[in-house]
């Protein structure tokens, strides 16, 4: 559930971005179709679907909504369950925390490389990464926080009971 303004913000982004590479993907088909492309059509739909995709990636963390493989842990007691939780929540945030000092290096390799026709700096499209870990590194913290220290539910286990 969307919670707060910037959860609202973030998720209208995010619906924003898809809709944009929706309708860049839409105009680039379509100019091909007729013989005259616009090649500017793909480079902007490949900018607003990284942006879709980290915004997404994050607003899917704070609903829990990612695939979980719940196949074994469902089997394991409660604490040993929070205590893979645990481990698991810490393993993300390095592993985030990696990618947002990386993605940051790439942004800033692209900050002279220009995005297709367009114009743009390809930073723009690289800059979703570090972002995107960013609030993603800060979901998890979060989640890690208020599972640690006020008394928020830390599972392994599926929501719906599915088994992949």
Known sequence: ?????????????????FA???????????????????IWAVDLAQLSFAWACMLGADLAMKKNAHIEIDIVVRYF???????????????????????????????LMNMERELGDVGISYSWVTSAVPTGCLLMLATTLRRLYLGLFRGEALSLEGKDGMVI
């Open 20 to 38: 944009g590479t929706a309708f860049f993907v839409l105009i680039g088909a379509f100019s091909r179709t007729i013989g005259y492309p616009l």
């Open 77 to 107: 007691s409660a604490a040993a369950r929070r205590a893979l939780a645990i481990a698991w929540l810490v393993a993300m945030a390095a592993f985030l925390t990696m990618l947002v000092w990386y993605g940051s290096q790439l942004t």
């Open 1 to 17: 559930m969307v919670s707060n303004r910037f959860d609202i913000v973030e998720e209208r982004l995010a619906m924003a971005f």
